[in-house]
């Protein structure tokens, strides 16, 4: 996407489940396409607060969601004081969420706008 802004992306974090039984294993985060269009996700990467990073492959469909795993992207999520970010190949932020703290086995719920 040659001028990138924000709007033009449109792919939200969701869902942030960091403070779980298994810590590691079972924490996750979702992505969702809030478009009516297909998003190619090849060069897009999500990263945490230290910059731990995961680059984002495949095709994400219109109005979907994707639920990624600790096991897949190795983002070792803290129980507070936390951020996830979105970021397009040019490292131009899509999404960002923010937290301090989180209840034990609560998963953090954000409402997207599609």
Known sequence: MGSESIASWNIVITEIAANVINENDDEYFIIR?????????????IHDAALKTHHLTGILASHTSRTIWYLESRIQLNNTNEALTIRSSTWMA????????????????????D
């Open 94 to 113: 899509i999404d960002e969420k923010q937290y301090t703290k989180t209840t034990k086995w609560v998963p953090i719920l954000y409402t997207p706008s």
């Open 33 to 45: 396409n809030i478009t009516c269009q297909d998003i190619n996700l090849e060069g897009i990467s």
